[in-house]
T-cell receptor
């Protein structure tokens, strides 16, 4: 299993500002992901955070809006840039320990409210 | 990635009643996963099914994978208030990342 922590757990931000969310895993993992979950909705994959290279973004998500860093195999950050109220959501990081299409372990999430 | 459709979206039950959520795909799935998310919490992995016709049990939870590997179900016997939450199925997607269904929210009335 994996233990994942996220910071901050929640935040209230003003429109036009940016917020960086941190994700820390207690072991080295190859596959780390960032999801968004809007209230009452399913999980939408934003991107795969790749160690040592640019993140791989899903359709509808771009690097300028959601820059991601992955400096090592235990840590990643997601920045939500130039925020608007539509960005209010829960942001979750997750890891797959077994290399793909296997059990995912999720962090506790960051609840973001944009005013 | 492959799309998985999940029904119902919501289910209200009286404590002690049974509950079932269904997951369907138009294409054959190599595997299917189930997760539970408690209110205010994060998704937690429950199980993965791989074999055609597979049935697995976890206490009061029974998971089935269809013979054609295009559908799956999660059945809870005699629900308890601790079963409250949203249950997601997830099918294999592109780039080896599961694609989540929309989830079924279970509300248990005491």
């Amino acid at each position: 299993s994996a233990v994942i922590s996220q910071k901050p757990s929640r935040d209230i931000c003003q429109r036009g500002t940016s917020l960086t969310i941190q994700c820390q895993v207690d072991s080295q993992v190859t596959m780390m992901f960032w999801y968004r979950q809007q209230p009452g909705q399913s999980l939408t994959l934003i991107a795969t955070a790749n160690q040592g290279s640019e993140a791989t973004y899903e359709s509808g998500f771009v690097i300028d809006k959601f820059p991601i860093s992955r400096p090592n195999l235990t840590f990643s950050t997601l920045t939500v840039s130039n925020m608007s109220p539509e960005d209010s959501s829960i942001y979750l990081c997750s890891v797959d320990l077994a290399g793909g299409n296997n059990e995912q372990f999720f962090g506790p999430g960051t609840r973001l409210t944009v005013l | 990635g492959q799309q998985v459709m999940q029904i119902p979206q919501y289910q209200h039950v009286q404590e002690g009643e049974d509950f079932t959520t269904y997951c369907n795909s138009s294409t054959t799935l190599s595997n299917i996963q189930w997760y539970k998310q408690r209110p205010g919490g994060h998704p937690v992995f429950l199980i993965q099914l791989v074999k055609s016709g597979e049935v697995k049990k976890q206490k009061r939870l029974t998971f089935q994978f269809g013979e054609a590997k295009k559908n799956s179900s999660l059945h809870i016997t005699a629900t308890q208030t601790t079963d409250v939450g949203t249950y997601f199925c997830a099918g294999p997607g592109g780039s080896y990342i599961p694609t989540f269904g929309r989830g079924t929210s279970l509300i248990v009335h005491p």
